[in-house]
Nanobody
Framework: QVHLEESGGGLVQAGGSLRLSCAAS????????MNWYRQAPGKQRELVAA???????NYADSVKGRFTISRANAKNTVYLQMNSLKPEDTAVYYC??????????????WGQGTQVTVSS
């Protein structure tokens, strides 16, 4: 029904930058929010950043001042600009969206994830 695809992950050195992208497609009527989560091996998944269709944002304390979430609503796309990366940012990053489908039901959808590895 709805598909999310992430891109932009990779291997960087500490202090470097990456930009993640997530594009939603399918039976979309509207998107209420798009979020970025991350999960390191053996650890709980955590919310990194969130943005509503109106542009309101929230960030985990650990990434404030370093990461910026933005969106292009017309393209159903969300971005996560990650600067000043630290080794503890290493994780699989997942895009998630709160989507109102064309049948007017509201559901959460998840992307497959993209690996971000930050070396010391």
């Amino acid at each position: 029904q709805v598909h999310l695809e992430e891109s932009g992950g990779g291997l960087v050195q500490a202090g470097g930058s990456l930009r993640l992208s997530c594009a939603a497609s399918g039976s979309i009527f509207s998107i209420n929010a798009m979020n970025w989560y991350r999960q390191a091996p053996g650890k709980q998944r955590e919310l990194v950043a969130a943005i509503t269709s109106g542009g309101s944002t929230n960030y985990a304390d650990s990434v404030k001042g370093r990461f910026t979430i933005s969106r292009a609503n017309a393209k159903n796309t969300v971005y996560l600009q990650m600067n000043s990366l630290k080794p503890e940012d290493t994780a699989v990053y997942y895009c998630a969206a709160v989507v109102v489908t064309t049948t007017r039901s509201t559901n959460d959808y998840w992307g497959q994830g993209t690996q971000v590895t930050v070396s010391s």
